[in-house]
């Protein structure tokens, strides 16, 4: 009895390797593909946005083409969504930055009316 304990411990793998295999990325992944309604409907983004080719070009929207239908994967959407989100924050904020410098050197003249 002890031995067969023995070998059944010896055949199941450590949990080093099982981390292992876990870790690396499948040459296929088991995710879904959705089409432009369902894309824009999960990320509540306009519908133009998927289905334009100029749109998404432009946007840099990731997709892929199976045969000539055009098709998304959700969780390649929201790491694009959340890029996009940080990107135009920044762009925000520089913007912020540029109008209040421009504000501030602006000339008061007569009690705060510009001449």
């Avoid at 390797?17 to 369902?38: D, G, H, L, R, Y």
């Avoid at 999960?42 to 749109?55: E, G, S």
């Avoid at 840099?60 to 390649?76: A, M, Q, T």
């Amino acid at each position: 009895m002890n031995q067969q304990n023995q070998s059944q411990s010896q055949k199941l793998p450590s949990s080093q390797s099982t981390m292992q295999v876990i870790k690396q990325p499948s040459a296929f992944p088991t995710e879904p593909f959705v089409n432009a309604q369902q894309a824009s409907a999960a990320l509540n983004l306009p519908l133009y946005y998927f289905v334009n080719p100029y749109k998404r070009a432009k946007l840099g929207i990731p997709h892929y083409f199976i045969n000539r239908l055009v098709r998304y994967r959700l969780r390649e959407l929201h790491k694009w969504q959340v890029a996009m989100s940080t990107q135009l924050a920044a762009e925000a904020e520089k913007l912020a930055a540029i109008s209040s410098n421009k504000a501030s050197a602006s000339p008061v003249v007569n009690g705060g009316v510009h001449a």
